[in-house]
């Protein structure tokens, strides 16, 4: 693993069921006056031929921790796609 991409992981724990998954952040889009994160899960071994892409946003709990949130609003998630898409054009080839 390069010093490069280690700089880009971001570690999760899912609150229900306490498990931990390794995130690749690849970008991170304004919209709207938020900041949304594109992440995809990350892989070890050789790159996937296709992977999952997740658009979270940085949230405020009731202790006032921030935790990332994954966006269910898909009009936003659109959006936030696209625009990573415009971003990332050349280097990621996407499959609608």
Same mark, same amino acid.
């Given at each position: 693993m390069s010093e490069e991409t280690n700089d880009r992981l971001i570690e @999760? /724990? #899912?609150? %229900?069921t306490g498990e931990t998954v390794v995130f690749e952040h @690849? #970008?991170?889009v304004e919209l709207? *006056?938020?900041e949304y994160f594109v992440l995809t899960e990350y892989e070890e071994e050789e790159e996937a031929e296709e992977s999952d892409v997740y658009v979270m946003q940085l949230v405020e709990d =009731? =202790? *006032?921790? %921030? /935790? @990332?949130?994954?966006? %269910?609003?898909e009009g936003i998630v659109s959006a936030v796609f #696209? %625009? &990573? +898409? +415009?971003? &990332?054009? $050349? $280097? &990621?080839e996407f499959v609608e």
């Amino acid at each position: 693993m390069s010093e490069e991409t280690n700089d880009r992981l971001i570690e @999760l /724990t #899912d609150e %229900e069921t306490g498990e931990t998954v390794v995130f690749e952040h @690849l #970008d991170t889009v304004e919209l709207e *006056g938020r900041e949304y994160f594109v992440l995809t899960e990350y892989e070890e071994e050789e790159e996937a031929e296709e992977s999952d892409v997740y658009v979270m946003q940085l949230v405020e709990d =009731d =202790d *006032g921790e %921030e /935790t @990332l949130e994954i966006v %269910e609003d898909e009009g936003i998630v659109s959006a936030v796609f #696209d %625009e &990573f +898409k +415009k971003n &990332f054009g $050349d $280097d &990621f080839e996407f499959v609608e």
